[in-house]
Structure formats: structure tokens, C-alpha cells
């Protein structure tokens, strides 16, 4: 077995010294890549094309995350079987892991975090005790693979129910290994089961948890007030991964956005594959960073939607400077934008007509 990359206590360790970024979001960026399908979205990618997830984790890390999560959320028992493929399981569930510690490993100078995921199962039903065991099932043996290809924590993540987050830290704590575990709300205030969601990270924090929060769903405007909530709730590290899209008070989640002015929507919304007018700039996200940072919510990221710009942005909102930010923007030799004295003086006396 793979000794892990860091100390179980590393993610910890880093979350005392500031901000931990981690990228998310990567169904939504192999689906517009043309590598995943929306609907079920199944990450059959991890085996199909196993070197564009690799690289994607590489564009991640060089734009300044420090970790890199494993892509098999949504590859668990449930999907699989939704499309008929529930033998893939296992094969699928490794090939994730290994591409993400294959891709770690080249970071050694400077190695990122290694992540193993479990996330909502769509299965869980709070009045059917049975599913308690269902659900478990399938959480312990994805913690399983996890443990074993040496993760150095465990992200449990959009889930809807109070009592299903609490099956899934469960399981990551009997492996021993620390656990991330945020909740994703639709447009109702508390959770599915009626949790609200400060009471909710609350109790997680009591049952063990080492940072709770708030993922996906919500954009930066109104997943903000929820980290506000979190961090008076809880003492423990607070984790807020936002979509980059621009949700408001009428329709605070990314599902519940509607685009009356076009005319070309699949179907009565633009969720999920017709989001881009909502799109956020990278400014916004590393200003929502900024603003959770300032809450005391450390472990930050973005989820999906999310593109290595985001990240870089956020990445250098805190002042530190990732492999990318060789080609950050620098307009001064922009040709009708820019200041830099050999530029041509026609072009920039044209400016105001661009």
C-alpha cells in the first residue's frame, strides 16, 4: 500500500497557515471538452481518456490548487448502474485514483494534497431505514479504494440531506483519514430532512467532522450569507466552494436561473448546458474568495464551472504566484490598450472606437 503523500495531518496543518484552494467542477469542464455526458454525467472519462483528466488536474494544480481530488464523483455504485455499467465499478474507481496520485507525484517541489471523493448518491430516502444500509455499502468501499492508493483526506460533498452527510462521515472516519464534508442546498433555506444548514455543520463538527461547508448549487452572492451562518455555528474550518455563476436572491441556485432573453434553451431553464450568459468573471471569484477568507472560511475552491482561471485568480488574490501566473493578464502591451511607449500611435489614437 502507498505510504500517503503527507502527514494526516497535513491538510490540517495547512489550514492553520491559511487558505487551502481546491478545484472542483470537473463534470461541468470535461462535458463542455466533449468528454462526458450531461444528464447522467458518469465520469466513464477516468477510463476512456484517462490523459485528459491527467491534464486536468495539471492545469489545476499550475494554476494553484493545492489539491488535487480524484475524479469519481458520481462514478459510484448507483450511476454506474443507471447506465448499465455497474461491473465498471472497481475499474473505474482505481483508474481515478491513480491518475490523481500519478499527477501529484509530479508536483514534487511543491506536492499537492491528494483528495479521494464520496458524494451524494441520489439513493438515500430519510423515511426508508433500509437505504441507511445501501448507502453505507457503497460509501465504505469507494473510502476503501481511497485509503488504499494513500489519499491524504476525504472529501464527502454535495449532499442534499443532513443524514445522508452524516452516513458519509461515517464512513471517512472509520478510515481514519480527515474529512472535508459540505452540504449543497437548493432553493429552500435548511436541507431536504429539515436541517437547517448551520445546525447541520454544527452537529457534523460534534460527530467529528474537520471542516464543514457549503458546495456547488449556489454562486458566490447568495452562497456567501451561508458561510456566514457556518462560521458562527462551528469552531472547526469552514469550506466554501461556490459555482461561478451569477445566482441571486429569486433564484439563488444555478438550476433555478432562467434566461428570458434567449430563445435557444433546452427545455425551461438553462441548467446545466446553457449557463454561459450567467457566467462569473475570474475578478468575482477571487473577490468571493477574498470575502470568505475574511469570514474565516479557509478551505476555498470552486465548483462547477469552474475553470483554471478561477483558480488562478484565487490563487493570486492571496498574493501567491502558481506556475500560471507567468501569463496572467498584462494589458500594457495590448496594441490599442496598452501604455508601453513602442506601441504605434495610430492604433492607440483609434482606442475609443474599439
Known amino acids: 500500500m502507498p505510504e500517503s503523500s503527507n502527514a494526516s495531518s497535513g491538510l490540517l496543518e495547512r489550514l492553520e497557515n491559511g487558505p487551502v484552494i481546491c478545484a472542483e467542477g470537473y463534470l461541468f469542464e470535461l462535458e463542455r471538452r466533449g468528454y462526458l455526458q450531461a444528464g447522467a454525467y458518469v465520469p466513464e472519462v477516468v477510463l476512456e481518456h484517462p490523459e485528459v483528466v491527467a491534464n486536468l488536474h495539471r492545469e489545476f494544480v499550475r494554476a494553484g490548487s493545492d489539491v488535487i481530488e480524484a475524479f469519481t464523483y458520481y462514478g459510484h455504485r448507483e450511476k ?46 430519510p423515511a426508508d431505514k433500509a437505504t441507511d444500509e445501501q448507502v453505507t455499502a457503497m460509501f465504505d468501499e469507494q473510502v476503501a479504494w481511497a485509503v488504499e492508493a494513500g489519499v491524504d483526506f476525504i472529501i464527502g460533498e454535495t449532499f442534499a440531506y443532513y443524514g445522508e452527510a452524516l452516513l458519509a462521515l461515517a464512513s471517512i472516519k472509520r478510515s481514519g483519514l480527515p ?28 460527530e467529528g467532522a474537520d471542516v464543514v461547508g457549503v458546495n456547488c448549487t449556489r454562486g458566490p452572492d447568495t452562497m456567501l450569507p451561508d458561510v456566514a451562518r457556518i462560521r458562527e455555528a462551528v469552531s472547526c474550518h469552514v469550506a466554501a466552494l461556490p459555482v461561478p455563476y451569477r445566482t441571486h436572491a429569486q433564484q439563488p441556485t444555478f438550476q433555478s436561473l432562467q434566461d428570458p432573453g434567449s430563445e435557444y434553451l433546452p427545455g425551461d431553464r438553462p441548467f446545466p448546458t446553457a449557463l454561459d450568459p450567467f457566467t462569473c468573471n475570474r475578478y468575482e471569484m477571487a473577490a468571493f474568495a477574498r470575502s470568505a477568507f475574511d469570514l474565516d472560511a479557509r478551505y476555498l475552491g470552486v465548483c462547477c464551472g469552474a475553470g483554471p482561471h478561477h483558480i488562478r485568480a484565487i490563487a493570486e488574490e492571496f498574493g501567491r504566484t502558481p506556475e500560471a501566473s507567468r501569463y496572467s493578464p498584462d494589458m500594457s502591451k495590448h496594441y490599442a490598450l496598452g501604455s508601453d511607449d513602442s506601441l504605434k500611435k495610430h492604433n492607440r489614437n483609434y482606442v475609443k472606437k474599439l
Open 80 to 125: 454506474l448502474r443507471l447506465i448499465g455499467k455497474e461491473d465498471l465499478l472497481e475499474p473505474l474507481q482505481r483508474n481515478a485514483l491513480e491518475i490523481a496520485e500519478s499527477v501529484a507525484e509530479e508536483f514534487s517541489a511543491n506536492r499537492p494534497l491528494l483528495a479521494g471523493n464520496i458524494c451524494n448518491t441520489n439513493v438515500w430516502d
Open 179 to 206: 474529512a472535508v464534508v459540505t452540504f449543497a442546498h437548493h432553493q429552500d433555506a435548511g436541507l431536504r430532512d429539515g436541517v437547517e444548514i448551520d445546525e447541520a455543520t454544527r452537529m457534523l463538527e460534534q
